[in-house]
């Protein structure tokens, strides 16, 4: 649908790269030298352009900064073993963006504006993807309304954008979580499920709490009864039980990771134990105590396998083994780091070269 050439390319006249240390990578502070812009008007996406990162103009009155309709999505490209951009399921990420979008009333972005988009911006900005272990590009699409207009209504304008950011490490340690069951992140009929602004902006608060208590994250519970786990902030959790992988069911409460879904289909292709379900705090708790539940971590593209060394639950510390004897997620981490890296078999067709 849109050709290559219909983006127009303004380049930077002289890179930024040499100003990176790219051995000392923080996450998300970093910016590529070049960011894609595309506007819906009168029900169609124009206007593709490539134009160097850096700030945009935007209406006081713009919607998304009154109201939230913003959404996003984030994926990862590796630097493959020829220099090539090797990206991570990055039609799952598209399709997800339609599901928030439809959620959030705004227009369908089609697959190859998607697609192509992010090809050109990737091809221009290739040099930035890392190189060093741990490190990779992060990408970061998104989309929010527009219109200058300050009632509350459906908009008819919107910008697309993407702009990337070489990280490292989400989280440098194992993480320590706390079980959240006062505040809520999302409710039944709610946008729970959808990559949508003010999820997380309403996430801040109850985690500021955990953090000045010394933990890194939250749990969340369901937010009716806060007796059942859901997800972590920006990562799905699972645990090991009794020599089985078990996670969360998904439900409209619970963002539908693909790291999720990557770490089921891998753990069913090796033959474990995989169960979704609803896994209530009680079971979970009874199941440190008794130690039968020995692993757990949290799984998303920020933060790739995150294992979680400490859940925090009322005024207890429960700990987990050390991450040297966890057998599971270990081989789940090397796996799918070696596939996203391309220096392993990738049996389900993940990796996108571009
Ligand atoms: C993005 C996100 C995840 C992880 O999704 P991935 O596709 O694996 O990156 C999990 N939970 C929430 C709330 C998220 O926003």
Redesign the pocket.
């Known amino acids: 649908m849109i050709a290559t050439q219909t983006i127009s390319i303004s380049r930077v006249k002289e890179s930024r790269i040499r100003e990176v240390d790219f051995a000392n990578i923080p996450f998300g502070r970093i910016y590529t030298d070049h960011m894609f812009i595309a506007d819906y008007r009168n029900g169609e996406w124009r206007n593709f352009r490539i134009i160097p990162y850096g700030y945009i103009p935007i209406s006081p009155a713009t919607p998304a900064l009154h109201y939230g309709q913003a959404i996003f999505e984030?994926?990862k490209a590796y630097r493959g073993p020829e220099g090539e951009a090797l990206v991570f399921r990055p039609h799952?990420?598209w399709m997800?963006m339609n599901i928030s979008g439809e959620r959030m009333c705004m227009p369908h972005i089609p697959e190859e504006l998607f697609m192509e988009s992010l090809a050109t911006l990737i091809d221009l900005d290739r040099a930035w993807i890392p190189s060093t272990p741990g490190a990779s590009l992060y990408i970061r699409p998104f989309m929010f309304s527009a219109d200058e207009y300050i009632g509350i209504k459906a908009s008819t304008d919107f910008t697309f954008m993407i702009i990337l950011c070489p990280v490292g490490a989400y989280y440098s340690t194992p993480v320590k979580v706390r079980i959240e069951t006062r505040y809520t992140?999302a409710i039944e009929g709610g946008t729970?499920y959808a990559?949508a602004g003010g999820?997380?902006g309403g996430a801040i608060y109850p985690a500021k709490l955990a953090q000045d208590k010394g933990y890194h994250q939250l749990i969340w519970t369901d937010g009716k009864t806060h007796e059942y786990i859901e997800?972590?902030?920006?990562?799905?959790v699972a645990f090991i039980m009794n020599d089985t992988l078990v996670t969360p069911a998904l439900t409209d409460t619970?963002?539908?990771?693909?790291?999720?879904?990557?770490v089921i289909k891998l753990a069913k292709s090796w033959g474990w134990k995989v169960e979704e379900r609803k896994i209530s705090v009680r079971e979970l708790i009874e199941g440190l105590e008794r130690g039968t539940v020995t692993e757990a971590f949290g799984?998303?593209?920020?933060a790739t396998i995150a294992p979680i060394e400490l859940i925090g639950y009322g005024e207890k510390d429960y700990k987990l083994p050390p991450v040297s004897e966890r057998k599971y997620g270990n081989r789940i981490l090397e796996e799918l780091d070696g596939i996203k890296r391309g220096i392993k078999p990738d049996p389900f067709n993940w990796v996108v070269r571009m």
């Open positions: 984030g994926m799952d990420n997800r992140r729970g990559k999820n997380y997800e972590s902030g920006t990562m799905n619970i963002l539908a990771g693909i790291t999720r879904d990557s799984m998303g593209t920020a």
